[in-house]
């Protein structure tokens, strides 16, 4: 197959559109083409996006994979899916509708296909995509002046700096919000997508690094409750400074982080997004 128009595409918007075509095919190289344009932020090969899709394995012409079915968009950074979902979407934009095709080895070979997904080692991929939102890269939204007293927080090309100065270390939960987002307010059941940077207060030392991740996605609930507690009624975009003791952090320590038992966390958090989980 060369060329995407030996595609037939009844393309629905909301709705899970069909793909017809002569089965079983294959492709050689991934393409893509619009088939409803939008007029939003350019995808990057970065990017974290949201969107929903339908995929049809090429070989029998069935779908694999649906979000229309589950009836919930979906959001993942395109560094962390094959290399043809983000080859097929870069350079698109938000809004767009996308056709999509690749070869096996752009889809499922590495892994030697995908069993649950009926996808066998070799079989070309299909996705009909409507790019709905791209995920913020950091904190967005008006700048909040924190009170003396604290640590202070500086902002540097790869990312938050923290220093301790004669800040007294707290004994209680600290939240101290950076920038005031103005997303949507963070509830307890969410699922957040952040970015952040910890320290250990007896040392001032980096702990943890995820703020050159593209965006970490988890369910609120099973962070610690420092972040429980911390983001819950904040709002989405928001850069937060919390201060955890250790009973809201790591109350007997942790030996793979290398933090002592006993220890006062600082965490910088860019809250990228917040949706019901």
């Known amino acids: 197959m060369k060329s995407l128009d030996e595609l037939k595409v009844d393309a629905k918007q909301g709705k899970e559109s069909t793909v017809t075509g002569a089965w079983p095919l294959k492709i050689d190289k991934t393409q893509s083409t619009v088939l409803k344009k939008g007029s939003g932020a350019e995808v990057k090969a970065d990017s974290t996006v949201t969107l929903d899709y339908v995929g049809v394995d090429a070989r029998d012409g069935k779908v694999f994979d649906s979000s229309y079915k589950r009836g919930q968009a979906v959001t993942f950074?395109?560094?962390?899916?094959?290399?043809?979902?983000r080859k097929g979407l870069a350079g698109h934009r938000v809004g767009d509708q996308v056709l999509v095709m690749m070869p096996g080895s752009d889809?499922?070979?590495?892994s030697g296909g995908n069993p649950e997904a009926g996808i066998q080692k070799g079989d070309s991929l299909i996705f009909v995509v409507e790019i709905k939102e791209l995920t913020p890269t950091e904190a967005t939204g008006e700048k909040v002046d924190p009170p003396a007293g604290l640590p202070t927080v500086s902002m540097a090309k790869d990312g938050p700096k923290v220093n301790i100065g004669k800040a007294s270390k707290p004994s209680k939960l600290v939240t101290q919000p950076l920038i005031?987002?103005?997303?949507?307010?963070?509830?307890?059941?969410?699922?957040?997508?952040?970015?952040?940077r910890s320290w250990a207060w007896s040392t001032g030392k980096v702990?943890?690094?995820g703020y050159d991740d593209p965006g970490i996605q988890g369910m609120l609930q099973q962070t610690i409750p420092a972040w429980q507690e911390g983001l819950a009624g904040q709002t989405a975009g928001s850069r937060l400074l919390i201060i955890a003791p250790p009973n809201k952090a790591y109350?007997?320590?942790?030996?793979?982080?290398?933090v002592k038992k006993g220890?006062?966390?600082?965490y910088v958090i860019d809250v990228l997004r917040a949706e019901k989980g």
Do not use: C, H, R, W
């Not at 889809?107 to 590495?110: I, L, N, Q, V």
């Open 263 to 266: 220890e006062t966390m600082i």
């Open 207 to 209: 702990v943890d690094d």
């Open 180 to 196: 005031k987002g103005k997303g949507n307010k963070i509830t307890a059941n969410d699922v957040v997508t952040v970015k952040y």
């Open 251 to 258: 109350p007997e320590g942790s030996p793979d982080k290398k």
């Open 107 to 110: 889809g499922y070979d590495a």
């Open 77 to 85: 950074p395109l560094q962390q899916v094959v290399p043809g979902f």
